[in-house]
């Protein structure tokens, strides 16, 4: 925030450079969720910029809902969003779980289509080795806040066109019958790489989970076989466990 860092001449209004800078200094942990901002004369002190365009920069991260403002109090970093508690013994769809909570899904799609199956793909689907297979890639939001990348590979005679979803991926198996009924689920800790820690909207290198999912349908085929990337602080999954007899 050092002053002499801030001409116009490179990149756009000086309260959007500053509201950029600050955001950073939040995505990078430097000013913790919760904690106080400094007061506007400090930053604007700091910086060598106005108090109107330090007031203008505040207002911008208050409208993007990084910073909330306390009548009487000042400015703060809004606190982290609540994690999602996730059962790890039923079967759902993210559809389905946002819905149970009263959260709005929004699905970017980053990739739909009939590709040649990958050897993980094959083996995974037990696909013939002449079949094709329907990906779909897609960024869940929940109530706009990027929670997953979800990489799912299904057999074509389980889904023919990967097009025909639009939202739900199990409710459209579920109108075609090919609901699963059951699924493997692998969990393992990951650090996102840059491509996937951009998409969901966090720096690279993050702690992130890796989730693999399985499912089958009630007569034993494989449905889908699905990568998913969430992001580590999103969620706190959930297992009841009983005492092995
Ligand atoms: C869940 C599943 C994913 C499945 C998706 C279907 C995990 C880790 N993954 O997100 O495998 O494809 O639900 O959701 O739980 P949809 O019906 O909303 O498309």
New binding site residues.
């Given amino acids: 925030l050092d002053p002499g860092n801030w001409s116009r001449a490179d990149g756009g209004p000086l309260y959007l450079q500053l509201a950029e800078k600050l955001s950073e200094a939040v995505s990078q942990g430097l000013l913790a969720p919760g904690s106080p901002l400094p007061p506007e004369r400090e930053i604007a002190a700091m910086t060598g910029l106005s108090r109107v365009t330090v007031r203008k920069a505040i207002g911008r991260l208050v409208e993007d809902g990084l910073v909330i403002q306390k009548q009487g109090s000042g400015s703060f970093v809004a606190p982290p969003a609540p994690r999602l508690e996730q059962s790890l013994s039923r079967l759902t769809?993210?559809?389905e779980d946002m819905a149970r909570r009263g959260l709005s899904t929004t699905t970017l799609w980053l990739d739909r289509g009939i590709y040649i199956p990958s050897p993980d793909e094959v083996v995974a689907l037990g696909l013939s080795s002449d079949a094709s297979v329907a990906r779909l890639a897609r960024l869940r939001l929940a109530d706009g806040r990027p929670m997953a990348i979800?990489r799912?590979a299904l057999p074509l005679d389980i889904l023919p066109d990967p097009g025909a979803v639009e939202v739900?991926?199990?409710?459209t198996l579920a109108e075609a019958g090919l609901r699963p009924v059951r699924a493997l689920?692998r969990i393992s800790a990951i650090n996102l790489g840059r491509d996937d820690a951009t998409t969901l909207e966090v720096e690279p290198g993050t702690a992130g989970l890796r989730?693999e999912?399985t499912s089958y349908l009630a007569d034993g085929r494989v449905a889908?076989f699905?990568r998913?990337l969430y992001r580590g602080d999103a969620y706190n999954f959930v297992a009841e466990l009983r005492l092995a007899r």
Avoid: C, D, P, V
């Fill in positions: 769809s993210f559809t979800e799912a739900s991926l199990y409710g689920q989730i999912r889908e699905t998913s």
